[in-house]
C-alpha cells in the first residue's frame, strides 16, 4: 500500500510521513528538494526561474517515485504526491507554451507511474504555515514574500477540494502534533487502513 501525504509547505509533511512510517514499518521516501540545484534561484526571483525549478522538480519526483516502485511489495509512504507539480504549475507559471509543455510531460509520467491508494491532505491555517517556515528557517524560504506561502496554501486547498484521483483523508494539521503524541500516528494509520477499505467495498 502506497500512502501519500500532502500539504502546503509547513504544514509538516515530513514529520508526519517518518511517524506514520514508523508505526506501519514502511519504506520511507522523502522528496529530495534539495537536489534541484534551480531552488534558491527559484526563491530569489520566481519568475525568472521558473522554467528550469518546476520542470526540475517534475522530473526529480518523477524518479524517485518510478525507483520507489521497485518495490511493490513493501508498504510505502511518502511526504509528497506526483500531482503537487500541477499546483504549483497553476500558481507560478504564466499561460504560455512552457505551462502547456509542463502540463503534456506531467500526463505522460503519470501515466507511468502506480498511483498511491491514499493521499493524507493536511490542512493548515496561514498562520501556522507562516510560523513553522519561520521558525525552521533556512534561509532561501526567507527570501521570498510571504504572501507567496498564503497562495499556495490556498492553491493547495482548491487543489484537494475538487480533487478525485485517488481518495484522500484530511488532517488539520494544527490540531495534531505527532512529535508530542506518539499515539496519534497509529490512529492515523488505523483511519488511513479503514479509508482503502471502504474504497475497495464500493468499488467491488
Known amino acids: 500500500?502506497?500512502?501519500?501525504v500532502e500539504g502546503c509547505i509547513g504544514a509538516g509533511k515530513t514529520t508526519i510521513a517518518r511517524a506514520l512510517a514508523g508505526s506501519r514499518n514502511a519504506l520511507l521516501l522523502e522528496e529530495n528538494f534539495e537536489s534541484n540545484p534551480f531552488?534558491?534561484?527559484?526563491?530569489?526571483?520566481p519568475v525568472k526561474h521558473v522554467v528550469e525549478a518546476e520542470f526540475g522538480f517534475l522530473l526529480i519526483h518523477y524518479h524517485q517515485l518510478l525507483c520507489a516502485s521497485s518495490k511493490p511489495d513493501q508498504d510505502l509512504v511518502s511526504d509528497f504526491l506526483f500531482e503537487?507539480?500541477?499546483?504549483?504549475?497553476?500558481?507560478?507559471?504564466?499561460?504560455?507554451?512552457?505551462?502547456?509543455?509542463?502540463?503534456?510531460?506531467?500526463?505522460?509520467?503519470?501515466?507511468r507511474?502506480?498511483?498511491?491508494?491514499?493521499?493524507?491532505?493536511?490542512?493548515?491555517?496561514?498562520?501556522l504555515?507562516?510560523?513553522?517556515?519561520k521558525r525552521r528557517q533556512r534561509d532561501y524560504e526567507q527570501a521570498i514574500d510571504f504572501g507567496y506561502y498564503r497562495r499556495l496554501n490556498a492553491a493547495y486547498e482548491l487543489f484537494f477540494r475538487g480533487y478525485n484521483g485517488v481518495p484522500v483523508l484530511t488532517v488539520e494539521a494544527g490540531k495534531c502534533d505527532f512529535l508530542k503524541n506518539s499515539s496519534l500516528a497509529g490512529a492515523l494509520s488505523h483511519a488511513a487502513d479503514d479509508a482503502v477499505r471502504e474504497r475497495k467495498v464500493r468499488c467491488s
Open 84 to 111: 503537487k507539480d500541477l499546483i504549483y504549475a497553476e500558481l507560478n507559471f504564466p499561460d504560455s507554451p512552457e505551462k502547456k509543455l509542463f502540463v503534456d510531460l506531467h500526463l505522460i509520467l503519470r501515466g
Open 39 to 45: 531552488i534558491r534561484a527559484f526563491y530569489e526571483d
Open 1 to 4: 500500500m502506497h500512502l501519500a
Open 129 to 133: 504555515i507562516s510560523e513553522r517556515i
Open 113 to 127: 507511474l502506480r498511483r498511491p491508494d491514499l493521499v493524507i491532505f493536511l490542512s493548515a491555517p496561514d498562520e
